[in-house]
């Protein structure tokens, strides 16, 4: 495929960060969570040491994830500046909707991470998965995001 592949970098996540996205997933149901992850990055990869949940304003929470626009921003200016982004899908698998794709490309650059999570209260247990958004220019020049499934480490 590309210069990516083979080339991935673990995400670690702290057992509080953990903790935290379970419970705000959680807190949320049967609404999508969603939020920020700061870190940085770190040896072989990155590092994520924080969670910072936002309300979800979308019209419809059911099935979507719009991040309160006031607490975004406050966000954005944090220093150092949010490095990944957080949602949850409450009835489906951890896996990207095409809804997530499309929303890829309003993430500014030092957004590297992309945490999706499925609480499994049902049958199933909590799952996580980690990508990596890759930004490469497409045939026109413009840049063009995806996700990168990568492994992710709890520590
Ligand atoms: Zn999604």
Known sequence: MTAF????QP???NASVQQALGKHMLTCYPHE???VLLGAAAAG????DRYLPMRNVAPDPLHAFVPDPQEWVAA???K????GIFHSHPHTA???SSADIRGLSSLGAEFQVYLIGSPGLSSSAPRLNG???GRQPDATGKPSCRLLHSALTLC
């Open 11 to 13: 995400i670690t996540l």
């Open 45 to 48: 990869g990155m590092r994520i």
């Open 131 to 133: 990508f990596l958004i």
């Open 94 to 96: 951890p896996w990207p």
């Open 80 to 83: 150092p500046a949010p490095v």
């Open 33 to 35: 969570a969603c939020g």
């Open 76 to 78: 954005l200016y944090l």
């Open 5 to 8: 592949q083979g080339n991935l």
